[in-house]
């Protein structure tokens, strides 16, 4: 396994190459948002169909500002649960993200875990955030299990084990009405 720290990662993502590294839930695929080339390597990587979209994690609050259209009840949620486990389906506002991703909304949460946000600070934008395993495995709470996924092919950010926890809420909205996509720790009848 090769370890690297978050600097490095984030030198590798802003290359266009993936890097594997922790979040809240566990550990992820990451990559530059902005980036197709790595986009791409990581649908290949997985083994995933090119139609599922991929989730992103910002930095801040005023990342995804810049980045998506952030208002009404997503913003209203955004206040009160990130960071946390809370996934917005938002419209994206950079162009550099919608040629990448090619979809013209994409979801995102603010991870709660300091090592995804510092990474995705660390390329002044979002970072793609899959499950570091192949499409249909299990996910990876190790640095070791989901280096091995990948035959240690792949650079990672060691954070230790992560406890197994529910995947993030996700949250579309139709008319600022949120709709519940996937229910997870984040419960929106709260809000």
Request: overall charge positive.
């Amino acid at each position: 396994m090769k370890r690297v720290t978050i600097n490095q990662a984030a030198k590798i993502l802003k290359s266009g190459r993936i890097a594997v590294y922790p979040t809240e839930t566990a550990y992820a695929l990451g990559a530059d948002a902005r980036s197709r080339a790595a986009v791409l390597e990581i649908y290949r990587l997985k083994g995933r169909d090119r139609k599922k979209p991929l989730a992103l994690i910002a930095a801040s609050l005023n990342m995804v500002r810049r980045n998506f259209a952030l208002r009404g009840a997503a913003e209203r949620l955004a206040l009160r649960f990130w960071p946390g486990p809370l996934t917005l389906i938002l419209p994206i506002r950079e162009r550099k993200i919608i040629k990448a991703l090619k979809i013209k909304e994409a979801g995102v949460r603010v991870s709660p875990h300091r090592v995804a946000r510092a990474l995705s600070r660390a390329i002044g934008g979002p970072i793609v955030a899959t499950s570091a395993n192949q499409s249909g495995r299990a996910n990876s709470y190790s640095a070791k299990s989901a280096a091995r996924a990948f035959k240690n092919q792949i650079p990672v950010v060691d954070a230790g084990r992560i406890p197994r926890r529910p995947s993030s809420t996700v949250v579309a909205f139709r008319r600022d009405q949120p709709i519940v996509l996937r229910p997870g720790p984040v419960k929106i009848t709260d809000s």
